[in-house]
Protein backbone atom coordinates (compact mmCIF):
# COMPACT_ATOMS: atom_id res chain seq x y z
CA UNK A 1 0.00 0.00 0.00
CA UNK A 2 1.50 3.14 -1.03
CA UNK A 3 2.14 5.87 2.04
CA UNK A 4 0.78 8.90 0.88
CA UNK A 5 1.90 12.43 2.45
CA UNK A 6 -0.42 15.58 2.47
CA UNK A 7 0.31 19.58 3.10
CA UNK A 8 -2.70 21.82 4.10
CA UNK A 9 -3.24 25.40 2.52
CA UNK A 10 -4.81 27.23 4.95
CA UNK A 11 -4.42 25.65 8.92
CA UNK A 12 -7.70 27.08 10.91
CA UNK A 13 -11.85 26.56 10.18
CA UNK A 14 -12.14 24.83 7.68
CA UNK A 15 -8.68 23.70 7.26
CA UNK A 16 -9.35 21.13 10.66
CA UNK A 17 -11.13 18.81 7.46
CA UNK A 18 -7.83 18.07 6.98
CA UNK A 19 -7.30 15.97 10.35
CA UNK A 20 -9.69 13.44 9.25
CA UNK A 21 -6.58 12.64 6.40
CA UNK A 22 -4.37 12.02 9.13
CA UNK A 23 -4.05 7.79 9.15
CA UNK A 24 -0.89 6.27 9.95
CA UNK A 25 -2.27 2.99 10.06
CA UNK A 26 -3.68 3.31 6.61
CA UNK A 27 -0.48 5.04 5.50
CA UNK A 28 -1.42 8.49 5.32
CA UNK A 29 -0.34 11.59 7.04
CA UNK A 30 -0.21 15.09 7.41
CA UNK A 31 3.48 16.46 7.15
CA UNK A 32 3.14 20.08 6.41
CA UNK A 33 0.70 23.01 6.53
CA UNK A 34 0.94 26.66 5.26
CA UNK A 35 -0.95 29.63 6.50
CA UNK A 36 -0.08 33.47 6.56
CA UNK A 37 -0.53 34.17 9.99
CA UNK A 38 2.12 32.89 12.44
CA UNK A 39 -0.92 32.02 15.30
CA UNK A 40 -2.89 30.01 13.16
CA UNK A 41 0.47 28.08 12.15
CA UNK A 42 1.17 27.50 15.21
CA UNK A 43 -1.87 26.33 16.69
CA UNK A 44 -1.83 23.67 13.47
CA UNK A 45 1.61 22.62 14.80
CA UNK A 46 0.41 22.09 18.02
CA UNK A 47 -2.49 19.85 17.35
CA UNK A 48 -0.52 17.72 15.71
CA UNK A 49 1.77 17.73 18.07
CA UNK A 50 -0.89 16.83 20.30
CA UNK A 51 -1.70 13.85 18.13
CA UNK A 52 2.02 12.73 18.57
CA UNK A 53 2.98 13.60 15.11
CA UNK A 54 5.52 16.52 13.54
CA UNK A 55 4.09 18.68 10.96
CA UNK A 56 6.09 21.78 9.10
CA UNK A 57 4.84 25.06 9.27
CA UNK A 58 5.01 27.31 6.33
CA UNK A 59 4.34 30.73 5.90
CA UNK A 60 4.37 30.66 2.47
CA UNK A 61 2.70 27.84 0.38
CA UNK A 62 4.62 27.61 -2.69
CA UNK A 63 7.83 26.71 -0.71
CA UNK A 64 6.00 23.81 1.09
CA UNK A 65 5.00 22.37 -2.10
CA UNK A 66 8.37 23.17 -3.24
CA UNK A 67 9.78 20.92 -0.96
CA UNK A 68 8.11 18.83 0.96
CA UNK A 69 7.26 16.19 -2.19
CA UNK A 70 3.76 16.03 -1.65
CA UNK A 71 1.44 13.72 -2.77
CA UNK A 72 -1.48 15.83 -2.32
CA UNK A 73 -2.73 19.00 -1.10
CA UNK A 74 -6.03 19.90 1.07
CA UNK A 75 -7.02 23.33 -0.12
CA UNK A 76 -8.90 25.22 2.66
CA UNK A 77 -8.16 29.03 2.23
CA UNK A 78 -10.74 31.71 1.43
CA UNK A 79 -12.53 31.45 -2.09
CA UNK A 80 -10.75 34.36 -3.20
CA UNK A 81 -7.65 32.42 -2.97
CA UNK A 82 -8.72 29.28 -4.50
CA UNK A 83 -7.51 29.37 -8.37
CA UNK A 84 -3.88 31.00 -7.37
CA UNK A 85 -3.63 28.12 -4.73
CA UNK A 86 -4.74 25.06 -6.39
CA UNK A 87 -3.22 25.96 -9.95
CA UNK A 88 0.09 26.18 -8.27
CA UNK A 89 -0.25 23.07 -7.02
CA UNK A 90 -1.18 21.11 -10.15
CA UNK A 91 1.44 22.87 -11.98
CA UNK A 92 3.71 21.53 -9.58
CA UNK A 93 1.73 17.57 -10.48
CA UNK A 94 0.57 17.89 -6.51
CA UNK A 95 -2.79 16.50 -6.77
CA UNK A 96 -5.64 18.75 -5.31
CA UNK A 97 -8.43 18.64 -3.02
CA UNK A 98 -9.96 22.23 -3.19
CA UNK A 99 -12.66 23.13 -0.75
CA UNK A 100 -15.76 24.10 -2.57
CA UNK A 101 -16.83 26.61 -4.22
CA UNK A 102 -14.32 25.78 -6.92
CA UNK A 103 -13.33 29.52 -7.75
CA UNK A 104 -15.37 33.16 -7.72
CA UNK A 105 -15.03 33.23 -11.18
CA UNK A 106 -16.15 31.42 -14.49
CA UNK A 107 -12.33 32.24 -15.77
CA UNK A 108 -10.84 31.23 -13.00
CA UNK A 109 -12.68 27.95 -12.68
CA UNK A 110 -11.92 27.00 -16.31
CA UNK A 111 -8.71 27.47 -15.61
CA UNK A 112 -7.99 25.35 -12.83
CA UNK A 113 -10.19 22.64 -14.68
CA UNK A 114 -7.63 23.61 -17.53
CA UNK A 115 -4.76 23.15 -15.45
CA UNK A 116 -5.22 19.94 -14.15
CA UNK A 117 -5.92 18.74 -17.55
CA UNK A 118 -2.99 19.87 -18.92
CA UNK A 119 -0.47 18.86 -16.13
CA UNK A 120 -2.63 15.28 -15.88
CA UNK A 121 -2.94 15.65 -12.11
CA UNK A 122 -6.14 14.31 -10.00
CA UNK A 123 -8.43 16.80 -8.46
CA UNK A 124 -11.16 16.50 -6.41
CA UNK A 125 -13.87 19.23 -4.86
CA UNK A 126 -14.57 19.36 -1.30
CA UNK A 127 -18.52 18.88 -2.06
CA UNK A 128 -19.09 17.09 1.25
CA UNK A 129 -23.14 16.89 0.16
CA UNK A 130 -22.58 14.25 -2.51
CA UNK A 131 -21.65 12.12 0.69
CA UNK A 132 -24.39 13.06 3.46
CA UNK A 133 -27.19 10.48 4.36
CA UNK A 134 -30.22 12.35 3.39
CA UNK A 135 -28.60 13.47 0.04
CA UNK A 136 -27.49 9.59 -0.93
CA UNK A 137 -30.82 8.32 0.20
CA UNK A 138 -32.67 11.23 -1.93
CA UNK A 139 -31.12 10.11 -4.46
CA UNK A 140 -31.03 6.32 -4.37
CA UNK A 141 -35.10 6.70 -4.02
CA UNK A 142 -35.34 9.16 -7.50
CA UNK A 143 -33.11 6.43 -9.18
CA UNK A 144 -35.13 3.39 -8.04
CA UNK A 145 -38.63 4.76 -9.81
CA UNK A 146 -40.45 5.31 -6.93
CA UNK A 147 -41.57 8.96 -7.66
CA UNK A 148 -41.05 8.47 -11.47
CA UNK A 149 -39.39 10.89 -13.97
CA UNK A 150 -38.41 14.06 -12.35
CA UNK A 151 -40.07 16.93 -13.43
CA UNK A 152 -39.05 20.00 -10.26
CA UNK A 153 -36.97 20.34 -7.75
CA UNK A 154 -36.19 23.48 -5.23
CA UNK A 155 -35.02 23.94 -2.18
CA UNK A 156 -35.55 26.23 1.04
CA UNK A 157 -31.97 27.09 2.65
CA UNK A 158 -32.80 29.08 6.04
CA UNK A 159 -29.24 29.98 7.61
CA UNK A 160 -30.12 31.05 11.47
CA UNK A 161 -26.03 31.97 11.41
CA UNK A 162 -25.87 34.05 8.46
CA UNK A 163 -25.14 37.10 9.94
CA UNK A 164 -22.57 36.05 12.00
CA UNK A 165 -20.88 33.23 9.29
CA UNK A 166 -21.22 35.67 6.51
CA UNK A 167 -21.58 38.76 7.29
CA UNK A 168 -18.80 39.80 10.41
CA UNK A 169 -15.86 39.14 7.48
CA UNK A 170 -14.39 38.81 3.77
CA UNK A 171 -17.35 36.37 2.88
CA UNK A 172 -20.00 39.59 2.93
CA UNK A 173 -17.62 41.54 0.00
CA UNK A 174 -18.50 40.47 -3.27
CA UNK A 175 -15.26 41.20 -4.11
CA UNK A 176 -14.14 37.85 -2.32
CA UNK A 177 -16.82 35.50 -2.60
CA UNK A 178 -18.76 36.46 -6.11
CA UNK A 179 -21.89 36.31 -4.13
CA UNK A 180 -23.02 34.04 -1.36
CA UNK A 181 -24.94 31.73 -4.20
CA UNK A 182 -21.42 30.27 -4.39
CA UNK A 183 -19.72 30.53 -1.07
CA UNK A 184 -22.92 28.73 0.53
CA UNK A 185 -25.56 28.00 -2.60
CA UNK A 186 -22.75 26.20 -4.49
CA UNK A 187 -23.10 23.21 -1.82
CA UNK A 188 -27.36 23.38 -2.94
CA UNK A 189 -27.30 24.14 -6.55
CA UNK A 190 -24.89 20.77 -6.99
CA UNK A 191 -27.43 18.88 -5.07
CA UNK A 192 -30.39 20.18 -6.86
CA UNK A 193 -28.05 19.47 -10.32
CA UNK A 194 -26.89 16.02 -8.89
CA UNK A 195 -30.05 14.63 -8.23
CA UNK A 196 -31.46 16.23 -11.21
CA UNK A 197 -28.77 14.45 -13.16
CA UNK A 198 -28.48 17.31 -15.25
CA UNK A 199 -27.12 20.78 -14.83
CA UNK A 200 -28.18 24.74 -15.68
CA UNK A 201 -28.10 25.81 -18.83
CA UNK A 202 -29.98 29.12 -17.95
CA UNK A 203 -31.08 31.17 -14.82
CA UNK A 204 -32.81 34.08 -13.22
CA UNK A 205 -33.05 35.18 -9.80
CA UNK A 206 -34.22 38.40 -7.30
CA UNK A 207 -32.27 39.33 -4.39
CA UNK A 208 -31.48 41.94 -1.89
CA UNK A 209 -29.00 43.59 0.89
CA UNK A 210 -32.61 43.53 2.63
CA UNK A 211 -31.58 43.60 6.86
CA UNK A 212 -27.79 43.68 7.16
CA UNK A 213 -26.89 46.37 4.83
CA UNK A 214 -27.69 49.06 7.30
CA UNK A 215 -26.89 47.37 10.85
CA UNK A 216 -23.75 49.03 12.57
CA UNK A 217 -20.08 47.88 11.28
CA UNK A 218 -16.67 47.70 12.60
CA UNK A 219 -13.80 50.27 11.91
CA UNK A 220 -11.16 47.57 11.00
CA UNK A 221 -11.41 44.39 8.73
CA UNK A 222 -10.29 42.07 10.62
CA UNK A 223 -12.07 40.09 13.64
CA UNK A 224 -9.09 40.23 16.15
CA UNK A 225 -10.63 42.70 18.63
CA UNK A 226 -13.59 40.53 19.34
CA UNK A 227 -14.21 37.12 21.31
CA UNK A 228 -15.67 34.06 19.78
CA UNK A 229 -18.79 34.72 21.59
CA UNK A 230 -19.39 37.85 20.27
CA UNK A 231 -19.06 36.31 16.95
CA UNK A 232 -20.80 34.10 16.62
CA UNK A 233 -23.25 33.19 19.22
CA UNK A 234 -27.76 32.30 19.42
CA UNK A 235 -28.09 35.30 21.18
CA UNK A 236 -27.52 37.12 18.33
CA UNK A 237 -31.37 38.12 17.68
CA UNK A 238 -33.18 39.67 16.19
CA UNK A 239 -31.35 40.49 13.11
CA UNK A 240 -31.95 43.94 13.24
CA UNK A 241 -30.52 44.31 16.35
CA UNK A 242 -27.26 42.77 15.72
CA UNK A 243 -23.73 45.35 15.22
CA UNK A 244 -19.99 44.77 14.45
CA UNK A 245 -20.21 43.73 11.04
CA UNK A 246 -17.80 43.71 8.36
CA UNK A 247 -16.80 47.26 6.74
CA UNK A 248 -16.93 45.58 3.69
CA UNK A 249 -20.94 44.36 3.24
CA UNK A 250 -22.23 44.59 -0.19
CA UNK A 251 -23.43 40.48 -0.51
CA UNK A 252 -27.21 39.44 -0.91
CA UNK A 253 -29.05 38.42 2.49
CA UNK A 254 -31.46 36.65 0.66
CA UNK A 255 -31.24 35.43 -2.94
CA UNK A 256 -33.54 33.84 -5.01
CA UNK A 257 -32.84 31.64 -8.75
CA UNK A 258 -34.85 29.89 -10.97
CA UNK A 259 -32.92 27.25 -12.95
CA UNK A 260 -33.88 25.86 -16.09
CA UNK A 261 -31.79 22.52 -16.26
CA UNK A 262 -30.28 20.72 -19.81
CA UNK A 263 -33.34 18.10 -20.05
CA UNK A 264 -35.93 19.80 -18.89
CA UNK A 265 -36.01 19.86 -15.06
CA UNK A 266 -37.24 23.05 -13.49
CA UNK A 267 -35.71 23.62 -10.66
CA UNK A 268 -35.65 27.10 -7.95
CA UNK A 269 -33.27 27.54 -5.38
CA UNK A 270 -34.22 30.11 -2.20
CA UNK A 271 -31.55 31.36 0.61
CA UNK A 272 -32.22 33.90 3.44
CA UNK A 273 -29.85 34.61 5.96
CA UNK A 274 -31.72 35.64 9.15
CA UNK A 275 -34.17 33.40 9.46
CA UNK A 276 -34.52 31.81 13.54
CA UNK A 277 -33.92 28.21 12.19
CA UNK A 278 -31.44 26.28 9.99
CA UNK A 279 -32.28 23.93 7.38
CA UNK A 280 -31.78 22.41 3.92
CA UNK A 281 -35.00 21.53 3.07
CA UNK A 282 -35.45 19.81 -0.68
CA UNK A 283 -38.55 18.94 -2.90
CA UNK A 284 -38.51 16.79 -5.68
CA UNK A 285 -41.16 16.24 -7.73
CA UNK A 286 -41.53 13.36 -10.38
CA UNK A 287 -44.60 12.05 -12.29
CA UNK A 288 -45.60 9.49 -9.54
CA UNK A 289 -44.83 11.09 -6.60
CA UNK A 290 -42.66 13.71 -4.13
CA UNK A 291 -40.34 13.48 -1.64
CA UNK A 292 -39.19 15.56 0.92
CA UNK A 293 -36.44 15.67 3.46
CA UNK A 294 -36.32 17.59 7.15
CA UNK A 295 -33.52 18.48 8.76
CA UNK A 296 -29.91 18.21 7.09
CA UNK A 297 -28.21 15.02 9.44
CA UNK A 298 -29.67 14.35 13.10
CA UNK A 299 -32.43 13.02 14.68
CA UNK A 300 -34.67 14.84 13.78
CA UNK A 301 -33.57 14.34 9.73
CA UNK A 302 -36.03 12.25 7.35
CA UNK A 303 -37.28 12.05 4.39
CA UNK A 304 -40.66 11.79 3.28
CA UNK A 305 -42.41 10.35 0.08
CA UNK A 306 -46.05 10.67 -0.91
CA UNK A 307 -46.59 8.15 -4.17
CA UNK A 308 -50.39 8.31 -3.79
CA UNK A 309 -53.21 11.07 -4.17
CA UNK A 310 -54.82 11.97 -1.24
CA UNK A 311 -56.05 15.58 -1.76
CA UNK A 312 -54.66 17.02 1.03
CA UNK A 313 -51.28 17.72 2.38
CA UNK A 314 -50.32 15.11 5.23
CA UNK A 315 -46.86 15.97 6.98
CA UNK A 316 -46.22 12.33 7.21
CA UNK A 317 -45.84 10.66 3.83
CA UNK A 318 -46.54 7.45 2.77
CA UNK A 319 -43.28 5.99 3.68
CA UNK A 320 -40.51 7.86 6.11
CA UNK A 321 -37.11 7.27 5.82
CA UNK A 322 -35.15 8.26 8.93
CA UNK A 323 -31.65 8.76 8.76
CA UNK A 324 -29.16 7.29 11.12
CA UNK A 325 -27.35 8.91 13.97
CA UNK A 326 -24.74 11.59 12.31
CA UNK A 327 -21.19 11.36 13.26
CA UNK A 328 -18.76 14.07 13.32
CA UNK A 329 -17.98 16.40 10.77
CA UNK A 330 -20.77 17.92 8.83
CA UNK A 331 -22.90 14.78 9.83
CA UNK A 332 -20.22 12.36 9.38
CA UNK A 333 -19.79 13.54 5.27
CA UNK A 334 -16.36 14.91 5.95
CA UNK A 335 -14.51 12.12 7.15
CA UNK A 336 -16.39 10.08 4.40
CA UNK A 337 -14.97 12.73 1.22
CA UNK A 338 -11.44 12.87 2.52
CA UNK A 339 -11.65 9.29 2.50
CA UNK A 340 -12.61 9.20 -0.47
CA UNK A 341 -9.74 11.88 -1.95
CA UNK A 342 -7.30 9.08 -0.19
CA UNK A 343 -8.80 6.39 -2.49
CA UNK A 344 -9.12 8.33 -5.68
CA UNK A 345 -5.06 8.77 -4.69
CA UNK A 346 -4.75 5.49 -4.72
CA UNK A 347 -6.77 4.84 -7.70
CA UNK A 348 -9.47 2.61 -6.39
CA UNK A 349 -11.88 4.95 -6.33
CA UNK A 350 -13.70 7.92 -8.80
CA UNK A 351 -15.47 10.11 -6.06
CA UNK A 352 -18.75 11.39 -6.07
CA UNK A 353 -17.70 15.08 -6.72
CA UNK A 354 -16.44 15.69 -9.71
CA UNK A 355 -14.89 18.83 -10.72
CA UNK A 356 -17.17 19.74 -13.89
CA UNK A 357 -20.22 19.71 -11.50
CA UNK A 358 -18.40 21.79 -8.77
CA UNK A 359 -17.56 24.20 -12.05
CA UNK A 360 -21.20 23.94 -13.35
CA UNK A 361 -22.52 24.99 -9.42
CA UNK A 362 -20.12 28.03 -9.71
CA UNK A 363 -21.67 29.29 -12.92
CA UNK A 364 -25.25 28.97 -11.89
CA UNK A 365 -24.57 30.61 -8.89
CA UNK A 366 -22.16 33.42 -10.79
CA UNK A 367 -24.81 34.02 -13.80
CA UNK A 368 -27.99 33.92 -10.73
CA UNK A 369 -25.83 36.95 -8.69
CA UNK A 370 -25.63 38.89 -12.23
CA UNK A 371 -29.03 38.54 -12.78
CA UNK A 372 -30.02 39.64 -9.27
CA UNK A 373 -27.78 42.86 -9.85
CA UNK A 374 -29.02 43.25 -13.33
CA UNK A 375 -33.05 43.38 -12.96
CA UNK A 376 -33.58 39.71 -12.51
CA UNK A 377 -32.55 39.84 -16.58
CA UNK A 378 -32.04 36.00 -17.78
CA UNK A 379 -28.60 34.66 -18.57
CA UNK A 380 -27.31 31.23 -20.37
CA UNK A 381 -24.73 29.75 -18.15
CA UNK A 382 -21.43 28.67 -20.43
CA UNK A 383 -21.08 25.22 -21.19
CA UNK A 384 -16.99 23.64 -20.56
CA UNK A 385 -15.45 22.66 -23.71
CA UNK A 386 -15.72 19.33 -24.94
CA UNK A 387 -12.32 17.87 -23.86
CA UNK A 388 -12.88 19.17 -20.19
CA UNK A 389 -16.41 17.64 -20.06
CA UNK A 390 -15.39 14.30 -20.74
CA UNK A 391 -11.93 14.47 -18.91
CA UNK A 392 -11.42 12.46 -16.20
CA UNK A 393 -9.97 14.41 -12.90
CA UNK A 394 -9.52 11.18 -10.94
CA UNK A 395 -7.34 9.59 -13.61
CA UNK A 396 -8.50 6.34 -12.36
CA UNK A 397 -10.41 5.32 -15.46
Not at 215 to 227: G, I, T
Not at 337 to 363: C, H, K, W
Not at 371 to 387: F, G, H, K, Q, T
Request: charged share 25%; net charge negative.
Amino acid sequence: MKKLRLGVIGTCCRGKLADWAHQKDNGVEIVAGADIYNEQLQSFINRYKEKGSSVNGYLDYREMIEKEALDGVIITSPDFCHEEHATFALKNKVAVYLEKPIAITLEGADNILQTAMDNKTRLMLGHNMRYMDFVLKMREIIQSGMIGEVKAIWCRHFVSYGGDAYFRDWHADRAKTGSLLLQKGAHDIDVIHWLANSRTTRVSGIGSLSVYGNLPRRANEKLDALSIEEIWGKHHWPPEEQKDFSPFVNNEDINMVNLQLANGVHASYMQCHYTPDSCRNYTVIGTRGRIENYGDYGENCRIQVWTRRIDRFDIEGDITYRMPEPGEGHGGADPVIINSFIDMLRGTEVPNSTPQAARYAVAAGIMGAKSIRNNSMPYDVPALSEELENFDFSLNK
